[in-house]
C-alpha cells in the first residue's frame, strides 16, 4: 500500500527564516498530493493540492510545493516564516498503485514552531 | 458556506459499550471518509462513501466498526463493544467527487474508559 514519508517530525524556526519540510511517497503511478496545516485548536485545512500541470504549485499564505516525480517527493517551502505559522503540518497523498480514488494517505505530521 | 460538522464532539464511553458518531457533510459533496487519529500521528483512513454506498471500506480495523450513509447525505460511523484502543479523534471530511481535495471537520475526541 502507498505510504507517505515525513522526515521532520519537529522544527523550529526564528520568524524571517526559510521553510522546508520533506515529504516522500512510496508508489508511483497518478497521484494527487495534498499538504494540509493544523493550526492549535483548528481542524485540518488545505494548505495546497498538485492535481496536474505544473509541479511547483501555490498556496495559501505564501506557501508553495514542488513535485518532483522521480524522486516521489512534494517537498513544502516557505521563504520567510511568521510566528502564526505554527502549526503541525501534513503531507497526503492520493492514488498510486492499488489505491483507490478516496483513500487519503498522510504522513505522520511536522509540528513546526516559530519563534517571534 | 457551512462546513463539514461532526457531533458529539467530545465522548467518554465505557469499555464495552456502543457508542455513534455523526458527520454533516458540506452540501453538495457526494463524497464523504472517516479517518481516525491518534496522539502525535497523521489521520489513518477507515471508510469512504460515494454517494450511500461505501466505495472502501478496507481501513475498518474489525467488524466492531461499521459506518452508513443511507441517503446520500448525513454518514453515522458506529463502534460496538468499545475498547480501550479504540480511543482517538474520529475525523469526518468530504469532497465533490472521488479524487478531489477533502474537506474535514473538526472530529469527535472518543475516550474509552
Known amino acids: 500500500a502507498q505510504s507517505v514519508s515525513q522526515h521532520n517530525h519537529h522544527v523550529i524556526l526564528s520568524e524571517a527564516a526559510s521553510l522546508e519540510l520533506g515529504c516522500n511517497y512510496s508508489?508511483?503511478?497518478?497521484?494527487?498530493l495534498f499538504w494540509y496545516v493544523q493550526y492549535p485548536g483548528q481542524h485540518l485545512q488545505l494548505l495546497l493540492k498538485y492535481f496536474s500541470g505544473d509541479p511547483l504549485v501555490k498556496g495559501i499564505k505564501g506557501f508553495e510545493a514542488e513535485f518532483i516525480k522521480s524522486k516521489f517527493s512534494f517537498n513544502l517551502r516557505k521563504p520567510s516564516v511568521q510566528w502564526s505559522d505554527t502549526a503541525e503540518y501534513f503531507c497526503a497523498v492520493l492514488g498510486g498503485r492499488g489505491s483507490t480514488l478516496g483513500r487519503l494517505y498522510f504522513g505522520r505530521g511536522t509540528q513546526l514552531t516559530v519563534w517571534p | 458556506g457551512a462546513g463539514v460538522s461532526q457531533t458529539p464532539s467530545n465522548k467518554v464511553t465505557e469499555k464495552g459499550k456502543y457508542v455513534e458518531l455523526r458527520c454533516d457533510p458540506i452540501s453538495g459533496h457526494t463524497a464523504l471518509y472517516w479517518y481516525r487519529q491518534s496522539l502525535g500521528q497523521g489521520p489513518e483512513f477507515l471508510i469512504y462513501?460515494?454517494?450511500?454506498?461505501?466505495?472502501?471500506d478496507s481501513g475498518l480495523p474489525n467488524d466492531r466498526f461499521f459506518a452508513v450513509r443511507p441517503e446520500g447525505s448525513v454518514s453515522t460511523l458506529k463502534i460496538q463493544r468499545t475498547e480501550r484502543g479504540d480511543s482517538a479523534m474520529y475525523l469526518c471530511a468530504s469532497s465533490l467527487m472521488d479524487g478531489r481535495e477533502q474537506y474535514f471537520g473538526p472530529g469527535t475526541r472518543l475516550t474509552v474508559t
Open positions: 462513501f460515494q454517494g450511500t454506498g461505501a466505495a472502501d
Open positions: 508508489y508511483g503511478g497518478t497521484v494527487n
